[in-house]
């Protein structure tokens, strides 16, 4: 939600905390703000530049008294997601309180009563916020002698739930500290001497390739020497390893594309054959053999799957579940992980839960692995992101091997978590209980390793066919009243997957519908002004979603169909055509390419409608709150 960052070293530190904020924009923001000691690391006034809206107002702050700050070498940084408070420059972090000045992430969950209780001795809080709060915790402690650090320490005792701070005070210029106490912090030595930290590592990749993943309950204290860790409640040191990230900062640019998003739709095939690198053994070529890690024993063992997710990751694990039921014989439930977490399931011995989650950090989506974990029921996390909390919780991690993923709607991170369940169901088809005749793994294992290929040719390029037809599609389209995604089978979790990124990048009226379900209800709907999106490929339940669009093409919609190209029939039914790839692929592997049709199409619609398609409004990328 909220991004962090802080720095202290010997460059210039303004540069490094905007460029930072810039790369933690992905993670959507209503304000931001800076704070660093005006002139040299010992100089003792902390100076805070903060504004809601975009971080562009803070650099015209900064901008309005050129050259004064370029002595700057220590400051934190903040862009703010609003959950206590409205989304104004008086809430805006950081927060300064005296001598002490903060940022935050996370949630204070007895703020009411530091609040009542900082009140009653006089305080008078500034903003909205509960992060301010802690400002006159540590405010206090320091009052009374204390150094920053045990301040720090003394006043996290005082707070209920999950957050990451940094923190500085006047008091010992040049030393940030940060905390994390549940929501993630990451720090690199800077090799000119000096610290970064931050909430993900990409504010780090400029400056460090070597990042240590703060642990939950550390404390690390930086200046222009380095970095130390300590453990937050006994103040002990602790020795921490670094991590060598895999992300290059190029690769984080657009390269050429207008869009994050675009670019991470067609780096789909890349980040597939990277999943497949990452999770398969590829020193066999026995099909499905995955690389032996602890996730592959738990899998094996699992009687029973439970799989809670969210969001888009709800959505692949619906097609995971569909894919294991069919090609492993394994019973699968799934869960809405925010309503998992307060019902009262009741498990079956040998059941295995599996949590998804692109981010690593979904707050719903790691109660349930950890209330799981308390209860001994095995756990196996699916994340893009190493070092993330969910996987730090999960009994046994899988990574999809997506890369960044800096637009806010999920892409890529999909199609590799699609691939994940794709993998899993393959291995689980090995078992006896999946009575899989070998002709048929073989066969399936072999256009898995083709998809990558076979999806590149498909998107092709900007000016290619597809992309083409997509476009045009979009302009005709643009003004329709509301859309309805629907499909059957294999195509149903990527109706409601269109359907969603229509709403969150468009802001357009769109529903996603297993096609069988229209009649019970939504068909009432239809008239004239509505789009349907039919996903037919021609699979086993081509012929009934044909008969669904009959029904809604009988009441005036204008169907806009998705179909094989060989399917001339389907393709007369239709005002608008997108055809699939003409190969020869197992009906299992047509959701990538209806995947692909529907975030195109999304994103071309929210291109004419002029929204911020890479930071749609209201949404955030990793959601660490409930
Ligand atoms: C949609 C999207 C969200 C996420 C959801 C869960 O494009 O990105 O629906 O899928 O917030 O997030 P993760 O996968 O990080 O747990």
Redesign the pocket.
């Known amino acids: 939600m909220c991004g962090i960052v802080g720095y202290v070293g010997k460059r210039p530190a303004l540069k490094i905390l905007i460029s930072g904020l810039r790369r933690l924009e992905y993670r959507g923001y209503d304000s931001a703000g800076v704070a660093f000691f005006e002139g040299s690391a010992t100089g003792s006034k902390i100076h805070i530049q903060k504004s809601e809206g975009k971080l562009e107002n803070v650099e015209r702050l900064l901008d309005a008294s050129p050259g004064r700050y370029e002595d700057v070498c220590c400051g934190i940084g903040h862009t703010r997601w609003a959950t206590h408070g409205k989304p104004t420059t008086q809430n805006a972090h950081p927060h300064q309180t005296g001598h002490v000045v903060l940022v935050h992430n996370g949630i204070i969950e007895n703020y009411q009563t530091i609040k009542a209780e900082l009140i009653a001795r006089g305080h008078r809080p500034q903003s909205e916020t509960d992060s301010e709060l802690l400002g006159f915790l540590v405010l206090e402690e320091m009052n009374r002698g204390s150094s920053l650090f045990e301040a720090v320490r003394k006043s996290f005792q005082r707070l209920q739930g999950q957050c990451s701070v940094v923190i500085m005070s006047e008091k010992e210029p040049g030393t940030v500290i940060g905390v994390r106490n549940g929501s993630p912090l990451v720090a690199a030595a800077d090799p000119k001497g000096g610290a970064i930290l931050a909430s993900d590592p990409q504010p780090l990749l400029e400056l460090a390739r070597e990042v240590v993943y703060l642990e939950h309950g550390d404390i690390v204290v930086s200046n222009d020497r380095g970095m130390r860790f300590y453990d937050l409640e006994t103040g002990a040191p602790v020795e921490r390893h670094p991590t060598q990230l895999e992300w290059s900062a190029d690769r984080l640019d657009k390269q050429g594309f207008p869009h994050y998003m675009l670019k991470e739709i067609y780096e789909q095939p890349t980040a597939l054959i990277d999943t497949l690198n990452g999770l398969l053994d590829r020193a066999t070529t026995d099909p499905f053999t995955l690389a032996r890690q602890p996730g592959v024993e738990l899998l094996e063992r699992a009687k029973e799957i439970t799989i809670v997710?969210?969001?888009?990751?709800w959505y692949a694990a619906l097609l995971g579940k569909y894919w294991l039921e069919r090609w492993a014989r394994i019973p699968v439930n799934l869960e809405l992980a925010s309503e998992y977490r307060y019902r009262d399931p009741v498990m079956n011995e040998g059941t295995l839960l599996v949590g998804?989650?692109?981010?690593?950090?979904?707050a719903d989506?790691l109660a349930v692995l950890r209330k799981s974990k308390k209860s001994e029921i095995p756990t196996l996390a699916i994340t893009n992101v190493r070092g993330s909390s969910i996987s730090r919780e999960a009994s046994a991690t899988f990574y999809t091997c997506a890369g960044p993923e800096i637009g806010?709607?999920?892409t890529k991170?999909f199609t590799t978590q699609l691939l994940s369940m794709l993998l899993f169901s393959g291995a689980l088809m090995l078992k006896p209980r999946a009575a899989a005749v070998p002709g048929d793994i073989t066969r399936r294992f072999d256009d898995m390793i083709r998809l990558p290929h076979v999806l590149s040719d498909y998107l092709g390029d900007r000016s290619g066919k597809m992309a083409s037809s997509i476009r045009e599609t979009a302009r005709a389209l643009q003004l329709s009243k509301g859309f309805f995604f629907i499909g059957r089978g294999y195509s149903f979790p990527i109706a409601l997957e269109g359907a969603?990124?229509l709403k969150?990048i468009a802001y357009v009226h769109a529903e996603g519908y297993a096609a069988g379900e229209l009649k019970h209800g939504p068909i009432a709907m239809i008239d004239e002004n509505m789009t349907v999106v039919v996903l037919a490929p021609g699979d086993t339940w081509r012929d009934k979603t044909v008969s669904n669009l009959q029904e809604v093409k009988a009441r005036g919609a204008r169907i806009l169909g998705v179909g094989s190209a060989s399917d001339s029939e389907l393709k007369s039914m239709c005002d608008h055509w997108i055809e699939l790839p003409n190969v020869q692929l197992d009906e299992a592997f047509m959701p990538f390419f209806l995947t692909a049709v529907v975030q195109l199409l999304s994103y071309e619609l929210a291109v004419l409608k002029g929204t911020d398609v890479d930071k749609p409004r209201n949404l955030a990328k990793?959601?660490t709150v409930e």
């Open positions: 997710a969210c969001g888009t990751s998804i989650s692109q981010s690593g950090e979904t989506t806010v709607a999920a991170s969603l990124k969150e990793s959601v």
